[in-house]
Structure formats: structure tokens, C-alpha cells
């Protein structure tokens, strides 16, 4: 099993910034990736970011050059970097990691709490 806890969320003004941290705790020997992702109230949750096993990153085009994802190793940490922001990147952000265990079954995600941010314009 593995645990995720979300922080640092809140609310800021168009152009500010926020970090959001997700540390994990528990069997995460079997990494595989960290995910951040983002859902307004009536609409799909949404991948924001993610970083690879082997440090790899990829984004939504919508957060390009605005946010940086990245991982501490030694705290079992990914943070979400969050600059430039922007009215419309008010969203719960979950983070989501995958996990493997073994070649007999298949990977499992698990899922932070969520955390509020709200950009006002």
C-alpha cells in the first residue's frame, strides 16, 4: 500500500505562484511515475503533469512553460511548481502515482486527497 498526502494549495492572484508538494509513504520500491492532475467541479479530471522512474517529464500543453514538475528522491517527494498562473488553472490537484510489484500483475495508481487552488483574477 501506498500513501499520498498533498499540501500547499490555496489561493493567489493571476500571475502568482504556488508549490504543491506530494509526499508519499509506504511500498513505493515499485515506482513508476508520479502524476499531478486537475479537476473543476462538472468537467474530466485532466493530466497536468507527470515524471518518470527515470526522470522523464511531459505537460499539458495548457501548462507549458508555466509549471515544473519535479522529484526529491531522498523525501519520497514530487512538487508541482506552479508560476504565471492563470484564472482559468483554478482546479482541486490531485497527485497520482503507479506503482509496480510484480511481473504476474498489472500496476496500481494510487491518489492524494486533493488539494484546492484558486487563481483570482
Known amino acids: 500500500q501506498v500513501q499520498l498526502v498533498e499540501s500547499g494549495g490555496g489561493s493567489v492572484q493571476a500571475g502568482g505562484s504556488l508549490r504543491l508538494s506530494c509526499a508519499a509513504s509506504g511500498s513505493t520500491s515499485g515506482f513508476i511515475d508520479m502524476a499531478w492532475l486537475r479537476q473543476v467541479p462538472g468537467e474530466q479530471r485532466e493530466l497536468v503533469a507527470i515524471?518518470?522512474?527515470?526522470?522523464?517529464?511531459d505537460y499539458a500543453d495548457s501548462v507549458k512553460g508555466r509549471f515544473t514538475i519535479s522529484r526529491d528522491n531522498a523525501k519520497n517527494t514530487v512538487y508541482l511548481q506552479m508560476d504565471s498562473l492563470k484564472h482559468e488553472d483554478t482546479a482541486v490537484y490531485y497527485c497520482?502515482?503507479?506503482?509496480?510489484?510484480?511481473?504476474?500483475?498489472?500496476?496500481?495508481?494510487?491518489w492524494g486527497q486533493g488539494t484546492q487552488v484558486t487563481v483570482s483574477s
Open positions: 515524471i518518470t522512474n527515470d526522470g522523464s517529464t
Open positions: 497520482r502515482t503507479q506503482i509496480g510489484y510484480d511481473i504476474f500483475s498489472p500496476p496500481r495508481y494510487y
